[in-house]
């Protein structure tokens, strides 16, 4: 089956855009075994590409959805912020991860993603056993070639479930209006159910208006014992201790003035000239044991530490003198860079 | 109006003394005003974890904020266990050592009382509907059958049952409509009927019998929210709301003894001994159940 994805084809990339791009649909054929993963013969089934009411975006970003003003707040627009602020921590799992990305409605109207049809709507308290509908009120619609989109906000009202069958743009409900906004703005994930796979929707996105880099907020070493956070203080190096590390990161993707976040998408590490981790951000496996990120088994709690930092994967480090650089990369191909000397004995 | 309220007081205190009694008929024994601030001490207190409290069976969850993982803890708040699930979790339920878990995606998890996935149910694999999603589910206390509701053009009502270390399953009824929201299957304490509203009608699966059947479709069809409990051993209280209409009930063995309207902004069954309670926003309605 010829696929491609309509909203990246239209869109006018720049020539690193092209790079990414094709580094994305690689990382996704690759993720499914070389299955193609978003399935469409003509045209897509999820349509993005007129989303210029895009506020911010991350794949996967945290929500609260007692509280979803939080979303109108840049700093809530990523992976990394996510994983920070995720809440959920217990004493064995940890924290968790989430999918999802944040889009601007049309005033206080929900636009569909694509044609359909209205799977699954949720406007009740609890769920049919008796459990609190801790998502608060959504809505997915099942899209053809296995796609299921989902839909929720702060005091969502879902549309009637009488009309089931959906067209692109029309409003499956309506929601409150986000702070110093007139439009509502509202959590959209995208299931790709053929190929058991969240993925990020920016695939579907063109034209991010975000030309601000991501920031490494900190980078850790974390042993079994101690922690090491890198610093980088003139004259100064640090010592730990020889043996195995878990490399941890905090990024964040913020915005500028009204531009669009495009959120986080790729992370890289290189140790004395060796690339030791390179993960991507475009889509989150499901398996028997949860969600897999970043190719790091499931569950999610797996891909991220209790403070919320992204685990980029173990390394043994040697004594000796090393240097460790992190490069962070958002969807819209700008760069963060982090170097890190240390030494080991 | 106050002595009203006093003598229904009494006569609720008085009544409520009576055991309960295998039942045929449902009696209004008194209503009462509800006290808010119940003094009962959260279980959830000690628990540091965030996320949606819930206690069903003796048992303590918390949910998690994107319905999609779940964590078990003891009373004391301390951990069991913990789980997250591929999808958003669309209908539970609960025995005191089993857990179900139906999945937007279509799939059914059946877990033992360690958290542990015993059974993994995919209905896409047995009947052909073009959608996949669980609308309802219900696990026996013995958990010996499961019962499903799934799926989108066409919609079944499914029964699963135990086979070895398995499910089996061993019935589907096709549905001419379908719902698009969560709805309550139960089964009675016994485990010889499930009971779940349909778009076509009330379902009802008979154990013994091996069949399922539609009943009651101009009471229980078309757009409505039911929730139903069991009481007594073969016996279901339901609550069905239909616009903004509520009306109650009780269906034994598949059969409907009795619906009568009530308290329009009632919105919960709790079973007690000696009947049950429907409580609205202010007030509660205690029903005694009596012998024919």
């Given at each position: 089956?010829?696929?491609?994805?309509?909203?990246?084809?239209?869109?006018?990339?720049?020539?690193?855009?092209?790079?990414?791009?094709?580094?994305?649909?690689?990382?996704?054929?690759?993720?499914?075994?070389?299955?193609?993963?978003?399935?469409?013969?003509?045209?897509?089934?999820?349509?993005?590409?007129?989303?210029?009411?895009?506020?911010?975006?991350?794949?996967p970003v945290f929500l609260d959805y007692m509280a979803l003003e939080s979303i109108g707040s840049p700093q809530n627009g990523n992976f990394a912020d996510l994983a920070r602020s995720s809440g959920f921590d217990d004493?064995?799992?940890?924290?968790?991860?989430?999918?999802?990305?944040?889009?601007?409605?049309?005033?206080?109207?929900?636009?569909?993603?694509?044609?359909?049809?209205?799977?699954?709507?949720?406007?009740?308290?609890?769920?049919?056993?008796?459990?609190?509908?801790?998502?608060?009120?959504?809505?997915?619609?099942?899209?053809?070639?296995?796609?299921?989109?989902?839909?929720?906000?702060?005091?969502?009202?879902?549309?009637?479930?009488?009309?089931?069958?959906?067209?692109?743009?029309?409003?499956?409900?309506?929601?409150?209006?986000?702070?110093?906004?007139?439009?509502?703005?509202?959590?959209?994930?995208?299931?790709?159910?053929?190929?058991?796979?969240?993925?990020?929707?920016?695939?579907?996105?063109?034209?991010?208006?975000?030309?601000?880099?991501?920031?490494?907020?900190?980078?850790?070493?974390?042993?079994?014992?101690?922690?090491?956070?890198?610093?980088?203080?003139?004259?100064?190096?640090?010592?730990?201790?020889?043996?195995?590390?878990?490399?941890?990161?905090?990024?964040?993707?913020?915005?500028?003035?009204?531009?669009?976040?495009?959120?986080?998408?790729?992370?890289?590490?290189?140790?004395?000239?060796?690339?030791?981790?390179?993960?991507?951000?475009?889509?989150?496996?499901?398996?028997?044991?949860?969600?897999?990120?970043?190719?790091?088994?499931?569950?999610?709690?797996?891909?991220?530490?209790?403070?919320?930092?992204?685990?980029?994967?173990?390394?043994?480090?040697?004594?000796?003198?090393?240097?460790?650089?992190?490069?962070?990369?958002?969807?819209?191909?700008?760069?963060?860079?982090?170097?890190?000397?240390?030494?080991?004995? | 109006?106050?002595?009203?309220?006093?003598?229904?007081?009494?006569?609720?205190?008085?009544?409520?003394?009576?055991?309960?009694?295998?039942?045929?008929?449902?009696?209004?024994?008194?209503?009462?005003?509800?006290?808010?601030?119940?003094?009962?001490?959260?279980?959830?207190?000690?628990?540091?974890?965030?996320?949606?409290?819930?206690?069903?069976?003796?048992?303590?969850?918390?949910?998690?904020?994107?319905?999609?993982?779940?964590?078990?803890?003891?009373?004391?708040?301390?951990?069991?266990?913990?789980?997250?699930?591929?999808?958003?979790?669309?209908?539970?339920?609960?025995?005191?050592?089993?857990?179900?878990?139906?999945?937007?995606?279509?799939?059914?998890?059946?877990?033992?009382?360690?958290?542990?996935?015993?059974?993994?149910?995919?209905?896409?694999?047995?009947?052909?509907?073009?959608?996949?999603?669980?609308?309802?589910?219900?696990?026996?206390?013995?958990?010996?059958?499961?019962?499903?509701?799934?799926?989108?053009?066409?919609?079944?009502?499914?029964?699963?049952?135990?086979?070895?270390?398995?499910?089996?399953?061993?019935?589907?009824?096709?549905?001419?409509?379908?719902?698009?929201?969560?709805?309550?299957?139960?089964?009675?304490?016994?485990?010889?009927?499930?009971?779940?509203?349909?778009?076509?009608?009330?379902?009802?699966?008979?154990?013994?019998?091996?069949?399922?059947?539609?009943?009651?479709?101009?009471?229980?069809a078309g757009e409505a929210e039911l929730q139903v409990k069991p009481i007594g051993k073969d016996g279901f209280v339901f609550l069905l709301a239909k616009g903004d209409k509520r009306f109650s009930g009780l269906i034994?063995?598949?059969?409907?003894?009795?619906?009568?309207?009530?308290?329009?902004?009632?919105?919960?069954?709790?079973?007690?001994?000696?009947?049950?309670?429907?409580?609205?926003?202010?007030?509660?309605?205690?029903?005694?159940?009596?012998?024919?």
């Amino acid at each position: 089956m010829k696929r491609a994805i309509s909203a990246i084809e239209k869109r006018k990339a720049l020539p690193w855009r092209k790079v990414l791009r094709g580094i994305a649909l690689s990382i996704l054929l690759s993720l499914c075994g070389g299955a193609p993963v978003f399935a469409q013969e003509s045209g897509a089934p999820i349509n993005l590409v007129d989303s210029d009411t895009i506020v911010r975006f991350g794949f996967p970003v945290f929500l609260d959805y007692m509280a979803l003003e939080s979303i109108g707040s840049p700093q809530n627009g990523n992976f990394a912020d996510l994983a920070r602020s995720s809440g959920f921590d217990d004493s064995a799992g940890g924290k968790y991860l989430e999918t999802g990305v944040i889009l601007q409605g049309i005033g206080l109207n929900i636009p569909s993603a694509g044609d359909g049809e209205l799977l699954f709507i949720q406007n009740a308290q609890a769920l049919s056993g008796g459990m609190p509908a801790a998502a608060g009120n959504f809505l997915a619609i099942a899209h053809r070639d296995g796609f299921i989109s989902l839909y929720s906000a702060k005091d969502f009202i879902p549309s009637s479930a009488s009309k089931t069958e959906i067209r692109k743009g029309d409003s499956i409900g309506i929601a409150a209006r986000a702070p110093g906004s007139e439009n509502a703005n509202y959590l959209f994930r995208l299931y790709d159910g053929k190929s058991r796979l969240w993925a990020n929707p920016a695939l579907f996105i063109q034209g991010f208006n975000d030309s601000v880099s991501p920031k490494i907020t900190q980078i850790a070493l974390l042993g079994e014992k101690e922690t090491y956070i890198a610093e980088n203080r003139k004259n100064v190096t640090q010592m730990i201790p020889q043996g195995s590390y878990l490399l941890a990161v905090s990024v964040v993707d913020p915005r500028y003035r009204n531009e669009s976040i495009s959120g986080l998408f790729r992370l890289k590490a290189v140790l004395n000239g060796q690339i030791i981790a390179d993960k991507k951000l475009d889509a989150a496996r499901v398996t028997e044991n949860g969600l897999s990120f970043m190719e790091m088994q499931a569950p999610s709690s797996n891909s991220v530490d209790k403070a919320g930092r992204l685990l980029l994967g173990k390394q043994f480090l040697p004594s000796g003198k090393h240097t460790l650089e992190v490069f962070a990369y958002d969807y819209a191909g700008n760069e963060a860079k982090f170097t890190w000397q240390f030494s080991a004995r | 109006m106050g002595w009203a309220i006093m003598m229904a007081s009494l006569l609720y205190i008085l009544l409520a003394q009576r055991s309960l009694v295998q039942t045929q008929t449902i009696t209004l024994i008194g209503a009462q005003p509800v006290v808010e601030g119940s003094a009962a001490t959260s279980p959830f207190q000690a628990a540091p974890i965030f996320g949606f409290p819930y206690t069903e069976n003796s048992r303590f969850f918390i949910l998690r904020p994107d319905q999609q993982g779940l964590t078990e803890i003891k009373k004391d708040g301390s951990f069991l266990w913990s789980i997250e699930f591929g999808t958003p979790i669309t209908a539970d339920s609960i025995s005191a050592s089993l857990s179900a878990w139906g999945l937007l995606d279509g799939s059914i998890k059946i877990l033992d009382e360690v958290g542990r996935i015993i059974a993994a149910l995919n209905p896409s694999s047995e009947v052909a509907s073009k959608y996949g999603c669980v609308y309802g589910i219900a696990v026996s206390s013995n958990g010996a059958i499961v019962a499903a509701l799934y799926g989108i053009d066409p919609q079944y009502f499914l029964i699963y049952a135990k086979n070895g270390d398995g499910y089996r399953l061993v019935s589907s009824r096709k549905l001419d409509k379908q719902v698009r929201n969560a709805q309550e299957l139960a089964f009675s304490t016994d485990g010889e009927f499930a009971i779940g509203r349909t778009a076509d009608g009330l379902a009802v699966y008979d154990v013994a019998k091996k069949q399922s059947k539609i009943v009651h479709p101009a009471d229980f069809a078309g757009e409505a929210e039911l929730q139903v409990k069991p009481i007594g051993k073969d016996g279901f209280v339901f609550l069905l709301a239909k616009g903004d209409k509520r009306f109650s009930g009780l269906i034994r063995k598949g059969a409907l003894e009795a619906l009568f309207p009530v308290d329009g902004a009632v919105a919960s069954i709790r079973i007690e001994e000696s009947g049950f309670l429907l409580a609205s926003g202010n007030w509660a309605y205690r029903y005694k159940v009596s012998a024919r």
